[in-house]
């Protein structure tokens, strides 16, 4: 009888907590279907207006069943001080509007985005970077998004959404995510890899966002654009591993050396991290929340152009 006890006991201990699914970064609709109904498992919908994501009148009128709604662009998951827009907010703030959605820190969290376009899909990828920053490991994108999982069949809820039950949830800032614009100086001055995650229009100095004061790029900085292995596909898109990996090894990245995404404002930076970080495979990726907008905030911040070489903000700005 003792055998037998000390073998259930050690076949649990294999087992580990029920609450544990440990799932890849990037999930498919095929495995989400299998998990739903999974004790501690939320699935978080952040479709917003963004790529003509919807809204949660979209969300009650179609949803994953079960999933909880929370608007990516309304709802707080990000907000603009001193002049910057899009930057983390407290981490006070984000904890009372996660645990708000009934979210603990026991729950495995499954992002769903619109996945109706590139710019959507770092909705999900900036929400996902957030959990990670506030120590919540137990977190996934669907691949594809809510589109996705529609256009493959599975199943539709529709209707009034209850409200979730507020839960607790209790974060640990994982600076180490998070560059600061003096860590991007460092950086720079290193020589270590900054990854303008913009489009090359961006890169190269040709169109400009109102978020920033200036075009241009960082000094020094290679352009992985985000939306370059996202690939349209039955009226979904899908995130393509193997063409990401690809582009990185073009553009000769060292996935053990330091390295640092930035955008404009954060958005499609997030989306750079999380392919460079959770499915490019490199070590030690961080993202560079303020990106060009809080760059730009300097007259004496260098910045390149392709026609012009590197000047000033202050410079270009004049």
Same mark, same amino acid.
Request: one cysteine or more.
């Given at each position: ?26 999930? &498919?609709?095929?495995? /989400?279907?299998?998990? /739903? ?44 001080? &001193? ?23 026991? &729950? %495995? ?17 900036? *929400?996902?970077? %957030? ?42 800032? $994982? ?76 553009? #000769? ?21 999380? $392919? ?12 560079? &929340? #303020? ?12 910045? $390149? ?5 590197? *000047?000033? *903000? #202050?410079?270009?700005?004049?």
């Amino acid at each position: 009888m003792r055998t037998r006890l000390l073998l259930a006991a050690g076949t649990l201990a294999l087992a580990g907590p029920a609450h544990a699914l440990h799932p890849s970064p990037l999930v &498919d609709a095929e495995w /989400l279907d299998n998990q /739903l109904g999974s004790d501690d498992l939320v699935v978080l919908d952040v479709r917003s207006a963004i790529d003509d994501g919807g809204d949660r009148e979209s969300f009650e009128a179609a949803r994953i069943p079960g999933s909880h709604y929370s608007s990516y662009t309304d709802a707080g998951w990000r907000e603009s001080r &001193d002049g910057v827009a899009g930057l983390m907010p407290a981490v006070e703030d984000l904890e009372s509007l996660i645990g708000g959605l009934g979210i603990d820190n026991d &729950d %495995t969290v499954v992002v769903v985005s619109a996945g109706t376009g590139p710019t959507d899909f770092g909705s999900a990828a900036r *929400v996902y970077w %957030t959990f990670k920053a506030l120590g919540h490991d137990e977190v996934s994108i669907l691949n594809g998004g809510f589109a996705g999982w529609e256009q493959q069949g599975f199943e539709i809820a529709s209707g009034t959404a209850s409200a979730p039950q507020t839960a607790d949830f209790s974060a640990t800032l $994982q600076e180490h995510l998070l560059a600061t614009t003096q860590e991007v100086e460092a950086a720079r001055e290193a020589d270590e890899t900054l990854v303008d995650a913009r489009p090359p229009a961006f890169f190269k100095g040709q169109t400009q966002s109102p978020a920033a004061r200036v075009p241009g790029t960082i000094p020094g900085s290679v352009n992985l654009p985000h939306d370059g292995s996202l690939e349209a596909r039955d009226g979904a898109y899908y995130l393509q591993p193997d063409s990401l990996k690809a582009r990185i090894d073009e553009l #000769g990245l060292d996935r053990e050396a330091p390295t640092v995404a930035f955008c404009n404002t954060g958005h499609w930076a997030a989306s750079g991290w999380f $392919q460079l970080s959770e499915v490019g495979g490199l070590d030690n990726v961080t993202m560079y &929340d #303020g990106s060009m907008a809080a760059w730009t905030q300097d007259d004496e911040r260098p910045i $390149q152009l392709a026609d012009r070489g590197t *000047v000033s *903000v #202050g410079e270009l700005s004049d």
